[in-house]
């Protein structure tokens, strides 16, 4: 059974720009779920999907949204990029149903660098 | 909202030692305590979890701990080993809620052979 998979898995951009990740969750797994990982931060939540509705989100800017479609892929979008979204962003599935699971797959991250 | 706070932020032993993580965690209404390794360009891996019904669950060489008086949990490795070297993040979450899994801030672990 095929993994998460995130693309890309690293991309530069400068401020200003905008940035859409992509996520492919484990098949059969509905809820998406994505973090930003900073060093010294840890991993902070961003958004949960579930069934292409936005389930859950974190405390993080309107600059940062995300979609999910009826296959369940996800994806992320960054705008007006700041210097302090240079960061790893991993995406997890989950098989969960009607609320979380709390077990997480997560795939190897899009490491983004803004410059 | 949750918190959890994570410690020690870096930690060496030597080969074959024993190393201790701790945890500790805000909301009463956490009920799942989940560990995950996550190695070097890779992403967080679950390696063991446990439920608030239970005081500790052992697998292998590691275990975890769960005081919910306290509301601290531990992650415990014995006969550490090199491939034992990687960030180990704590988190909780309310198993059914509408709240997402709130991790610690990890710990680097390093084993030196």
């Known amino acids: 059974k095929a993994g998460v998979t995130q693309t890309p898995r690293y991309l530069i951009k400068t401020r200003g720009q905008q940035v859409t990740l992509s996520c492919s969750p484990i098949s059969g797994h509905r809820s998406v779920s994505w973090y930003q990982q900073t060093p010294g931060q840890g991993l902070q939540f961003l958004f949960e999907y579930f069934s292409e509705t936005q389930r859950n989100k974190g405390n993080f800017p309107g600059r940062f949204s995300g979609r999910q479609f009826s296959n369940s892929r996800s994806e992320m979008n960054v705008s007006t990029l700041e210097l302090g979204d240079s960061a790893l962003y991993l995406c997890?599935?989950?098989?969960?149903?009607?609320?979380?699971?709390?077990?997480?797959?997560f795939g190897e991250g899009s490491r983004l660098t803004v410059l | 909202g949750e918190n959890v706070e994570q410690h020690p932020s870096t930690l060496s032993v030597q080969e074959g030692d024993s190393a201790v993580i701790k945890c500790t965690y805000s909301?009463?209404?956490?009920?799942?305590f989940p560990w995950y390794k996550q190695e070097l360009g890779k992403g967080p891996q679950l390696i063991i979890d446990i439920r608030s019904n239970v005081g500790e669950k052992k697998d292998q060489r590691i275990a975890v701990t769960l005081n919910k008086t306290a509301k601290h949990f531990s992650l415990h490795i014995t006969e550490t080993q090199p491939e034992d070297s990687a960030v180990y993040f704590c988190a909780a979450i309310s198993i059914g809620g509408n709240t997402p899994l709130v991790f610690g801030k990890g710990t680097r672990l390093s084993v030196i052979a």
């Open positions: 997890a599935s989950s098989p969960g149903t009607s609320g979380n699971t709390g077990e997480l797959f």
């Open positions: 909301d009463s209404a956490s009920n799942y």
